[in-house]
């Protein structure tokens, strides 16, 4: 079945940097790969997603670029913002109507 | 509007005793997915709901769970006999058909003590 790695773990940056969150798949079939955010307490938040026949997306300050050839994808985020620390999770599924995939996630944390 | 709905929010239990965990997807939406997230960890899948049928069970870690849905909206997940290992966020996310997205609701801690 399908794999999913997810990298860093946790990542550290000031207010105004940028974050990046890396993460890979194992089957070459899949095709929808979304984020989610996840704040204390709460269910994972859908924030950005991209099929395999774009890549890249943006909106605002994130954004999301794929690479089918060696099946990776990342997350980007501008100009951080003390709001935008939470775990992030990346996941990849076969269609769009089937199950994700989940990486472990990664804990962002945006000093002031 | 309405999002997914999933009650109760926090379920505390004693070893050996049933449990019922419910979701109530967004209107109209058609497909309903139970995920659990242990402490720590990332989400893993537990069963997939097209309409009423589960063409998808693969994730249900034992026998003791099941899950079922009735009139293609809400949901119950059912741990028999629960365990310690139990112990999760228990997560339920529906879709629209033909739609890609699937979002969450805020899940339903449970512990057994």
Not at chain 2, 18 to 46: K, M, N
Request: aromatic letters at 10%.
């Amino acid at each position: 079945g399908e794999n999913v790695e997810q990298h860093p773990s946790t990542l550290s940056v000031q207010e105004g940097d940028s974050a990046v969150i890396k993460c890979t798949y194992s089957d070459s079939a899949s095709n929808y790969f979304p984020w989610y955010k996840q704040e204390l307490g709460k269910g994972p938040q859908l924030i950005i997603d991209i099929r395999s026949n774009v890549g890249e997306k943006k909106d605002q300050r994130i954004a999301v670029t794929l690479n089918k050839t060696a099946k990776h994808f990342s997350l980007h985020i501008t100009e951080t913002q003390p709001e935008d620390s939470a775990v992030y999770f990346c996941a990849a599924s076969l269609s769009g109507y089937s199950t994700l995939t989940f990486g472990k996630g990664t804990m962002l944390l945006v000093s002031p | 509007g309405a999002g997914v709905s999933q009650s109760p929010s926090n379920k505390v239990t004693e070893k050996g005793k049933d449990v019922e965990l419910r979701c109530d997807p967004i209107s109209g939406h058609t497909a309903l997915y139970w995920y659990r997230q242990s402490l720590g960890q990332g989400l893993e899948f537990l069963i997939y709901f097209q309409g009423n049928s589960a063409p998808d069970k693969s994730g249900l870690p034992s026998d003791r769970f099941s899950a079922e849905r009735t009139g293609g909206s809400v949901s119950t997940l059912t741990i028999q006999r629960t365990q310690q290992e139990d112990s999760a966020v228990y997560l339920c996310a529906s879709s629209s058909e033909g739609v890609y997205e699937q979002y969450f609701g805020p899940g339903t801690r449970l512990t057994v003590t």
